[in-house]
Nanobody, 114 residues
Framework: QVQLVESGGGLAQPGGSLRLSCAAS????????MGWYRQAPGKERELVAF??????TNYGDSVKGRFMVSRDDQTTVYLQMNSLKPEDTAVYYC?????????WGKGTLVTVSS
């Protein structure tokens, strides 16, 4: 089993920044990718960004150039969010995808408002 715990959500002003963290624990080995998805009220869950086990990154179109995904080991992933917009308001979910399972955190709320 794999557990994912997100932290770092909260309230930010438009143009501001936040940093999310996701710590994975449990039986983890050679996963495909770890990353972030988000779901705004009344909308479908969408990709924000992910980083593969080998270190390649991919971003959703709406966050390119503003957000950056990174990690400091194979089990902790970060999402640096800059130039935040009100439309970035959503619950952000950490995801670990592998050939042996697809795991999700409980989510952390990010609210961008003045």
């Amino acid at each position: 089993q794999v557990q994912l715990v997100e932290s770092g959500g909260g309230l930010a002003q438009p143009g501001g920044s936040l940093r999310l963290s996701c710590a994975a624990s449990g039986t983890i080995y050679n996963y495909n990718r770890m990353g972030w998805y988000r779901q705004a009220p009344g909308k479908e869950r969408e990709l924000v960004a992910f980083i593969t086990y080998g270190g390649m990154t991919n971003y959703g179109d709406s966050v390119k150039g503003r957000f950056m995904v990174s990690r400091d080991d194979q089990t902790t992933v970060y999402l640096q969010m800059n130039s935040l917009k009100p439309e970035d308001t959503a619950v952000y979910y950490c995801n670990l995808y592998s050939s042996w399972g697809d795991y999700w955190g409980k989510g952390t709320l990010v609210t961008v408002s003045s």
